[in-house]
């Protein structure tokens, strides 16, 4: 069975200051990777995702996140966050890519502040 | 294309009432899944279906049951509501090598 560890339940940060937002995970197979959003009142929308190949991942939104195998990590970062960066963030892993079940972590709500 | 679509958005019960919660995919999604989301905990898989007419428990199924009868549409039932069931709940579906699409949530207070 896997799991997931996001060590940070609220994370504020200062409007154009850097963030990382941790995600650690926990699994005796290969597994594959994900950070969803989820912003104020809505469902939840995929940021990026770690399948095979370069350990580092990017988003559309200036998102990246560096997967380390020797560390069991999968950690979020940008390096100049926006008022629109407000939201909820899950880190997600799955053992198959696609049918098989998401294991999600608590979340980290990631205040942005003026 | 309306991606995932879930009715109703609210909804209040009484313990005891039942209600059936409906989820519905336009993209042809082979997999779709019920998950329910509480603070500081957050999402938990009820129940999951990797093709029509089929059904299987997820980590928290107690309290819950679904039906697959089309492609498109997967609903959760509660047959009896209990005050522990006030979540939200969120269906998503994926097709083989995608990632799962959410809809947008149903809040349920049962009181």
């Known amino acids: 069975a896997q799991s997931v560890t996001q060590l940070d339940s609220q994370v504020p940060v200062f409007e154009e200051a850097p963030v990382e937002l941790r995600c650690n995970y926990s699994?005796?197979?290969?597994?594959?990777l994900f950070w969803y959003v989820q912003y104020p009142n809505q469902g939840l929308q995929l940021l990026l995702k770690?399948?095979?190949?370069?350990?580092l991942v990017e988003s559309i939104n200036g998102f990246e996140a560096e997967f380390n195998k020797s560390q069991t990590s999968f950690h979020l970062r940008k390096p100049s966050v926006h008022i629109s960066d407000t939201a909820e963030y899950f880190c997600?892993?799955?053992?198959?890519?696609?049918?098989?079940?998401?294991?999600f972590g608590t979340g980290t709500r990631l205040t942005i502040i003026p | 294309n309306a991606g995932v679509t879930q009715t109703p958005k609210f909804r209040v019960l009484k313990t005891g009432q039942s209600m059936t919660l409906l989820c519905a995919q336009d993209?042809?999604?082979?997999?779709m899944y019920w998950y329910r989301q509480d603070p500081g905990m957050g999402l938990r898989l009820i129940h999951y279906?990797?093709?029509?007419?089929?059904?299987a428990k997820g980590e928290v199924p107690d309290g819950y049951n679904v039906s697959r009868l089309k492609k498109q549409n997967f609903l959760l039932g509660l047959e009896s509501a209990a005050p522990s069931q006030t979540s939200v709940y969120f269906c998503?579906?994926?097709?083989?090598?995608?990632?799962?699409?959410f809809g947008p949530g149903t809040r349920l207070t049962v009181t």
């Open positions: 998503a579906s994926t097709k083989l090598g995608y990632e799962q699409y």
């Open positions: 699994s005796s197979v290969s597994v594959y």
């Open positions: 770690y399948l095979s190949g370069s350990t």
């Open positions: 997600a892993v799955s053992r198959d890519f696609g049918n098989e079940k998401l294991t």
């Open positions: 993209m042809n999604h082979e997999y």
């Open positions: 279906s990797v093709g029509e007419g089929t059904t």
